[in-house]
C-alpha cells in the first residue's frame, strides 16, 4: 500500500503543497508521477442542490472545502463509494435564528434534506464540519451551492465559521504523488513499542529522512503530525489537511479517519 501527498495546481509541471499563499511550502522537487484526484474551489461534487450540507443552528449552506477520489485502498465504506467531499461551516459562536414569515431563505431551507451518507462532524470548540461519502456519479459531477436567497441584513452569520455564500475558495485542481509513507494501514500510536507504527521522530526529536516532506503537507497515510495530543479513534487510513484557503484552524491541521470515522483538529 502506499501513502499520498496532496499537491495543488492547473497541470502536474505547477504543483505545490497548498493552494493557501499563507502556508508556505515547498513544490516536490525533480520528476513527479502525478495523478488527478480532486478538486478545491465553491462548487461540491454533483448531488441534488437539496441535499447540500447545512449548519444545523444558523442554516447557511456550509464551505465546499474538498472533493477527493481516493486511491483503492483508501476506500473504507466500498468500491462503489470512491470519493469523498468535506466541508466547513458555521463556528462556536453559532445562534439560532427567529422564523418570521415569508423568509426566503426559511421557505429553502425547509425544503432542504440531509445527504444520505453526510455526517455532522463536531469540534470541541462547538464547530461543524462535514464528511461526503460519494458515489461515481457524484465524484463525477458539479453542484453549486443554493442560490442566496437572503434578504439584504438577515442572516448575517458572525459565528467565526464560514459557509457557501460568504466564503469562497478558488478553484483549484488536487492531485496525488506518493509520498514512502511507511505506516499506511498501521495506527498511529505513541508506544511504538507495541506496535508496527514507525515513528516519524528521530530520538533527538527531529523528523526522520522519510517524514520530512510529509510533514505540514495535506496527505494521506497512516502517519500524522498533530500540533497538540494525538486524537483517539485514529486508524491507518487517515487524511491530514493542512489549512486551506478560508479553513481555519487557528494555524493546526486537522485529522480525518476514512476506516474509524475520528475527526479532530488543534493548533
Not at 228 to 238: H, R
Request: charged share 25%.
Amino acid at each position: 500500500m502506499k501513502g499520498f501527498t496532496l499537491y495543488f495546481g492547473p497541470d502536474e509541471n505547477s504543483l505545490r503543497p497548498n493552494p493557501n499563499p499563507a502556508r508556505k511550502r515547498g513544490a516536490p522537487t525533480g520528476p513527479v508521477d502525478a495523478f488527478e484526484a480532486g478538486r478545491v474551489g465553491v462548487a461540491a461534487p454533483g448531488i441534488a442542490s437539496e441535499e447540500w450540507p447545512r449548519s444545523s443552528k444558523t442554516g447557511l449552506p456550509m464551505m465546499h472545502v474538498l472533493t477527493l477520489r481516493l486511491p483503492e485502498h483508501f476506500r473504507r465504506k466500498g468500491a462503489d463509494l470512491p470519493g469523498i467531499a468535506f466541508f466547513a461551516g458555521q463556528g462556536q459562536f453559532a445562534e439560532g435564528f427567529e422564523r418570521t414569515e415569508g423568509d426566503p431563505f426559511l421557505a429553502q431551507l425547509d425544503a432542504s434534506r440531509v445527504h444520505p451518507r453526510f455526517t455532522l462532524l463536531t469540534d470541541i470548540i462547538d464547530g461543524e464540519w462535514g464528511l461526503m461519502w460519494l458515489t461515481e456519479d457524484e465524484l463525477s459531477g458539479l453542484t453549486e451551492p443554493p442560490e442566496d436567497v437572503r434578504r439584504t441584513g438577515e442572516h448575517v452569520d458572525t459565528s467565526e465559521g464560514v459557509n457557501a455564500w460568504d466564503s469562497q475558495p478558488a478553484e483549484e485542481k488536487v492531485w496525488l504523488v506518493a509520498n514512502g509513507d511507511p505506516n499506511v494501514g498501521t495506527a498511529p500510536t505513541e508506544d511504538d513499542d507495541e506496535s508496527d507504527y514507525v515513528d516519524p521522530f528521530d530520538e533527538n526529536y527531529g523528523l526522520r529522512d522519510w517524514a520530512e516532506p510529509i510533514s505540514g503537507t495535506c496527505h494521506l497515510g497512516g502517519t500524522v503530525f498533530p500540533v497538540q495530543a494525538l486524537p483517539d479513534g485514529l486508524t491507518g487510513y487517515v487524511l491530514e489537511l493542512e489549512e486551506l484557503e478560508h479553513v481555519n484552524l487557528g494555524g493546526g491541521n486537522a485529522q480525518i479517519d476514512l476506516e474509524s470515522g475520528a475527526f479532530d483538529w488543534a493548533c
